[in-house]
């Protein structure tokens, strides 16, 4: 079965530092997605980056960036210069080719003036 | 450009009645998949469509049904609510599934 964990239940950092939030999956399948998604406490689910598994560089999205490892299966994000926006809930998620997301538990970011 | 809309945003309902909940994607979107989130068991699959053809299903049981109209809007449908369906419900539309799915703020179902 394929499943995604974040072993970061809840993290806490000052604002402008730069946090870590980390992931590891399991699957059999070698091409697959992979996204972090972000949910403030308005409940939208709000893409924050995706990553194609075949592509060996990192994606970046301004701020965000993440560390994928494909042969740990592993798939960490990175918030550089973080925001008091950017307090939400974190969800690593897979995506496997019956399109179907399988989501993490979550990580609670909480950003601290 | 519009995105997903949910609606109601929220409800309550007693055990033993049945709720459908609706949600209109993103114009051009054709796949809608809906996801059930609780506190416990986090977010879970519950199913997909597309092109008003279910294509995927998660593990819920038959009284979770739902179904797509021509114009993409989809509907889920929960039967003899239990206090157990008490979550968030999530859809999300698509239109090139690998690029992501772009999620509505969910309705929230209370079951008393």
């Known amino acids: 079965a394929q499943t995604v964990t974040q072993s970061q239940p809840e993290m806490s950092v000052q604002e402008a530092e730069t946090v870590t939030l980390s992931c590891t999956y399991d699957t059999s399948e070698s091409n697959y997605y992979l996204f972090w998604y972000k949910q403030p406490p308005s409940r939208q689910m709000i893409l924050v980056i995706r990553?194609?598994?075949?592509?060996?560089q990192n994606a970046t999205e301004n701020r965000f960036s993440v560390n994928f490892q494909k042969a740990a299966k592993s798939f960490s994000l990175k918030i550089s210069d973080s925001q008091l926006g950017d307090t939400a809930m974190y969800f690593c998620a897979f995506m496997n080719r019956d399109d179907k997301i399988i989501f993490g538990k979550g990580t609670r970011l909480h950003i601290l003036p | 450009k519009a995105g997903v809309t949910q609606t109601p945003r929220y409800l309550i309902k007693t055990r033993g009645q049945q709720v459908t909940l609706s949600c209109s994607p993103i114009?051009?979107?054709?796949?809608v998949s809906w996801y059930q989130q609780t506190p416990g068991q986090g977010l879970q699959f519950l199913f997909e469509?597309?092109?008003?053809?279910?294509?995927n299903k998660g593990n819920f049981p038959g009284r979770f049904s739902g179904r797509q109209f021509s114009n993409s809007r989809s509907e889920m449908n929960v039967s003899t609510l239990e206090l157990g369906d008490s979550a968030l419900y999530l859809c999300?539309?698509?239109?090139?599934?690998?690029?992501?799915?772009?999620f509505g703020s969910g309705t929230r179902l209370t079951v008393v």
């Open positions: 114009s051009g979107h054709r796949s």
């Open positions: 990553q194609e598994a075949y592509k060996q």
């Open positions: 469509y597309f092109s008003e053809t279910q294509r």
């Open positions: 999300a539309s698509s239109a090139d599934s690998p690029k992501g799915y772009t």
